[in-house]
């Protein structure tokens, strides 16, 4: 790219300046180093031109100005919130009619990958506005003073790219919670209290005279980072919660992402939507790219179903690991499995959508679930069914191998995790309390208390089964992993023939059999519960 003049000149006479000098015998060594330090600092703290750092697109141009409220799904209540808001910008005339004090900012606060920035971008849509972008990591420096002047530049440019467009301005900081955490918590320098300040005072001075609408819309996912003084009513006016989809929200973020796909006539997005609860937006968006990469990767043309149910575990778990265990730690793999499996189906039916033994990141094998519909509170009984699932692997291997693994321990720290809820809901004999002030001795005993009744309870279900417990371990051997539904078929066989084997020793007691045939009968039930 050719310079311009202006520096083709400079360059010129620096250079026969130089020459000058050297043939005048002057030593230019402490001038090179001056001017080779005076360029690092440059290049480091540009002391103009901040404003290039920040990315400005404005609508008609691509990029962010493409992304409409339509392009975002799962959060209506979300934007409903912004709607409103934004409509303040929209619709300025009234706003003066009524005397409306223009909001200044939104916070929008949720988990990674909810769609925060989506949201922003869809609002500079909306508004017709410039759209500036930056990240809070930007504004701060090792060099004190840097992070305020580039909140000025910020706010500067807003209003000057707005005026030379036209339009109002958006600006986007994502990550906020880097320069708006609460004053006085770093005490080596105050570096980030005065880029705090700063923010504030150009926040104060949004004016609804300005002949430059400027709304501020920060994201993060740390709300309780944030200092008090930017969620106050004249800053940060609305705070908006973006929380990850429910079902039907993740079911239209599903259609949003496979549009530009080809799926085949098998896929059903509402059952995908219902076996990815706790998915977030990025996860769903990532888990339809990698159903084509599957399609891709045999030849097909089509993306079906089960590319999308492997997709889950690829995306919940990671990619599927070379490393094969030993043909004995297989086996309890297997068994340990067969046990979390086998307890889910007995205590909560049709829970299961897959079991494994295939190694994926860091789990040997795994359960994965798919609860029927989204659950946000738990009743006690459902508290302890869920621990005595937790304590289901380790009992099983102790039930069928004779002892219990260090595979458990991810297991027992989620079933303490659930005696402690279950402590500090009050569901623990202790009653209610403040789990904090007990004395930790205490609240280990009721702990304890909880864990071993669910013990009790997952050790009796799994051993009036056992031969239906070695039954699908072997066939997790075997086939190394099965569906719910083919799960669910086992158990109902084996319940089936062990109730049928039941009743005939029952009606043969009553018959007046001999012993002899009534345990005859009495074995057979046992044998048809394998």
Known sequence: MKRPLWQELLAGSGLALAV????????????????????????????????????VVSPGEGGHASVTFDDVGGQDAAKKEMLEALDFLRHDDRVRQLGIRPLRGILLTGPPGTGKTLLAKAAAHYTNSVFIAASGSEFIEMYAGVGAQRVRELFRRARDEGRARGKNAVVFIDEIEVVAGRRGRHQSHLEYD??????????DGISPEDDVRVLVIGATNRSDLIDEALLRPGRFDRVVKVELPDREGRRRILELHTRQKPLDESVDLDAVARETFGFSGAHLESLANEAAILAMRVGLSRIPQWAFLEAIDK??????????????????????????????????PGSVARVTITSRGEALGYVRNAPRAD??????????????????GALA????????????ANDLEQALAIAHEMVRAGMSPLGVVDVDELPRATAQRAKSRIIAGAEARARRLLADRRPLLQAIAQELLVREAMTGDELRARIASAEAGASGARAEAAAAQAAGATGAEVARATFAAGEGAG
């Open 375 to 392: 659950q946000y509170l738990h009743t006690q009984d459902e508290l302890e069914r869920d621990l005595a699932i937790c304590l289901a």
């Open 315 to 348: 995306v919940a778990m990671g990619e599927k690991l070379d490393r094969r265990p030993e043909p004995a730690e297989r086996r309890r793999i297997a068994v340990h499995e067969s046990g979390h499996a086998l307890l889910s189906e007995l205590l909560s």
């Open 397 to 408: 291997e102790e039930l069928l191998l004779g002892s219990r693994s260090t595979g458990a």
């Open 194 to 203: 005065q880029t705090l300040n700063q923010l504030l005072v150009e926040m």
């Open 20 to 55: 000058f000098l050297l043939l005048r015998g002057v030593d230019l060594l402490p001038l090179v180093l001056v001017a080779a330090v005076a360029w690092l600092l440059l290049r480091v703290v540009p002391l103009s031109g901040l404003g290039r750092r920040f990315a």
